[in-house]
C-alpha cells in the first residue's frame, strides 16, 4: 500500500508562486501514474494534472495550462506541482493521488486512483 504525504500549501498573493510536494512511502511510486487534484469548498473535487510513471507523458486541465507543470523525481520517490500565476481561483485543498494500472484514458478520473493523500491548503488572495 502507498501512503502519500503533501506539503508546501499556504497563503499565496495573487501572481505569486507555490511548489507543492507529494512524498511517497511504504512503496516505490516508480510504476505509477500520480495525480494532483483539488477541491474547493462546496465544489466536487476535480482534476489538475497527471503524470505518466515515466514522467514522459502529462496532462492538465485547461484552467491551469501554461501556469502549472507537473513532475516526478522517481529516485525520491516523490511528484511535485509547481504553481505560478496564481489566481484567487486556484484556492483549494490540493491533494495527490496514485494508480499502479491507469490507463491513459482514465487520468483525470479521480475513481479510478486507488491511494490519496491527506491534502494540503492552497489559499490565493485577490
Known amino acids: 500500500q502507498v501512503q502519500l504525504i503533501e506539503s508546501g500549501g499556504g497563503l499565496m498573493r495573487h501572481g505569486g508562486s507555490l511548489r507543492l510536494s507529494c512524498a511517497a512511502s511504504?512503496?516505490?511510486?516508480?510504476?505509477?501514474?500520480m495525480g494532483w487534484f483539488r477541491q474547493a469548498p462546496g465544489k466536487e473535487r476535480e482534476f489538475v494534472a497527471a503524470?505518466?510513471?515515466?514522467?514522459?507523458?502529462?496532462y492538465y486541465t485547461d484552467s491551469v495550462k501554461g501556469r502549472f507543470t507537473i513532475s516526478r523525481d522517481n529516485a525520491k520517490n516523490t511528484v511535485y506541482l509547481q504553481m505560478n500565476s496564481l489566481k484567487p481561483e486556484d484556492t483549494a485543498v490540493y491533494y495527490c493521488?496514485?494508480?499502479?494500472?491507469?490507463?491513459?484514458?482514465?487520468?483525470?478520473?479521480?475513481?479510478?486512483?486507488?491511494?490519496w493523500g491527506q491534502g494540503t491548503q492552497v489559499t490565493v488572495s485577490s
Open positions: 493521488a496514485a494508480d499502479q494500472h491507469l490507463s491513459e484514458s482514465y487520468y483525470s478520473d479521480r475513481y479510478e486512483y486507488d491511494y
Open positions: 511504504r512503496r516505490t511510486i516508480s510504476t505509477y501514474t
Open positions: 503524470i505518466s510513471s515515466s514522467g514522459g507523458s502529462t
